[in-house]
């Protein structure tokens, strides 16, 4: 689950590097323990915030530093991306497309952004981020423009299907030959793709795009900086997936829920049916299973988050079982409690979610249960902005403890271990394509 282009050498040697560099963080003086509390030194533990870290995460030179080549002066034609799914998802897609409008010299037109029957709205692009400002920060990156040429203008684009594709997949070999031909093409960017093949003026477009170019529209900047002024300072901004269209996605089982989060998950299961039996613990094993909210608030009593944090809970409004969370951190905000009724029920799923996300990617601390496109985004922004107490709460971990039969302090002290190691080198944050990662 962790960002899997990170490769395999890097995670062996940040393991023993971390070893080694943890005796050195805990003998070294400016390693602070927590002053509160009143326990045994052995069992004290610092908030896992105030622990040094080694490795951090950059936006890397070679795209800072500007767009390398001069545009080409004659386009291959027009490209539209179609993006699919939640706002985030959208936007990976998006950030892919202009990083191929550029490897084939094509020219933008601004992206569709196709709406979900499930979020039951009609924002596009434009109703979601600043299309002005986007042209202009892509400028000398790829060319994009909000009008096609008359003689394009009336025409449909030719749809390239690449979205289904998997493996290696090369747009100049697949997708140029119909650029060439129709001049005006639409494409959905393949899951996987050989990004190792572009050329640092595609990647940097890309990157540029996703990380530099997308603000969000100036009404929907207000708004979210109207919800990040009523939140109380500090805070954590929790993203907490315990929907029950989540929970019966996962296909996992859970005992001691309530029944009325029993009978949300069966309807909102399908013919999905859940694991059983040894099957059902290799999966959830495998760190396949959403946190409760009760299993969140023992990570975070784990890692020393004390209990009056004020927590923002970044969520869908179907949550289940907060009580699991609420009962140990009680201070807990959403939007929904925050924001004036009316401004709310006039927003629908992505304007939710680019409220969540603006909170997100301003709040002290980020800790994710999850690690989906929001949070890959949230991450890769928080970076951006220098904001390093970003963590990603390990499932697996979670699940594989458990099952050992680790309880009370000893799980509390292993599930401590996995995450101090995960935040001193950076991992699980790791933001591969436009960051690189640098030693402190
Ligand atoms: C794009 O243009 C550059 C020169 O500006 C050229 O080297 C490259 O081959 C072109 N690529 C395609 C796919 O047309
Ligand atoms: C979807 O939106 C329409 C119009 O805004 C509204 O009338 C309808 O009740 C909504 N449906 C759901 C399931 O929220
Ligand atoms: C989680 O639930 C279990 C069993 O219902 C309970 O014993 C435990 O105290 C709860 N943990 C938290 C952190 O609420």
């Known amino acids: 689950m962790i960002a899997p282009t990170v490769g395999k050498t890097l995670l062996i040697s940040a393991a023993l590097f971390v070893s080694l560099s943890l005796a050195l963080i805990l003998f070294s003086p400016s390693f602070q323990f927590s002053q509160t509390s009143a326990i045994s030194p052995l069992l004290e533990r610092a908030q896992i915030w105030s622990l040094r870290r080694v490795i951090e995460w950059r936006p890397c030179n070679w795209w800072l530093q500007g767009h390398l080549s001069v545009l080409p002066e004659k386009s291959n034609g027009y490209i539209r991306v179609d993006c699919y799914g939640g ?110 093949r572009y050329p ?19 009404k929907l900047e207000k708004k979210g900086a109207e919800l990040l002024e009523a939140i ?19 296909q996992c089982e859970y005992s001691s829920l309530s029944p009325a989060s029993v009978q949300a998950i069966e309807a909102a299961r399908g013919d999905r049916k859940p694991w059983t039996g040894e099957e059902a613990r290799l999966w959830r094993s495998r760190g396949k299973c959403p946190l409760t909210p009760n299993e969140t608030a023992a990570i975070l009593g784990a890692l020393s988050i004390p209990t009056d944090t004020n927590i923002y809970l970044a969520a869908g409004d179907g949550i289940m079982e907060l009580e699991g969370l609420t009962s140990v951190y009680p201070n807990v905000y959403t939007k929904s409690g925050l924001l004036d009724g009316e401004d709310f029920r006039n927003m629908h799923g992505n304007t939710k979610a680019a409220l969540d996300y603006h909170v997100c990617i301003n709040s002290d601390s980020y800790m994710a249960t999850y690690f989906g496109n929001m949070d890959k985004m949230v991450a890769a922004m928080r970076a951006l902005k220098g904001l390093y107490k970003t963590l990603f709460l390990s499932r697996r971990a979670f699940a594989v403890l458990t099952s050992q039969g680790l309880k009370g302090n000893s799980l509390m002290e292993a599930l401590w271990k996995v995450h101090r190691d995960d935040y001193v080198m950076g991992v699980g944050s790791a933001l591969p394509d436009c960051f690189c990662e640098f030693k402190l």
């Open 200 to 218: 640092l003026s595609a990647k940097a477009a890309l990157c540029q795009a996703c990380y530099n170019a997308l603000q969000l529209t100036y």
């Open 87 to 196: 706002l985030n998802q959208m936007r990976r897609d998006f950030c892919d497309g202009v990083g191929i409008a550029r490897l084939l010299n094509a020219t933008l037109v601004l992206p569709k952004f196709e709406v979900a029957a499930y979020w039951n709205e009609s924002s596009g692009f434009e109703d979601v981020f600043d299309v002005e400002y986007f042209i202009q920060k892509m400028n000398g990156f790829v060319q994009v423009v909000k009008e096609l040429p008359a003689e394009l203008v009336s025409k449909e684009p030719f749809r390239v299907d690449c979205s289904k594709r998997k493996g290696l997949f090369d747009y100049v070999e697949t997708v140029l030959p119909s650029l060439l031909e129709h001049r005006y093409i639409s494409i959905t960017p393949a899951m996987s793709q050989r990004r190792d």
């Open 232 to 250: 109380p300072k500090p805070f954590l901004a929790l993203h907490l997936r315990f929907e029950p269209d989540m929970v019966a996605y996962s």
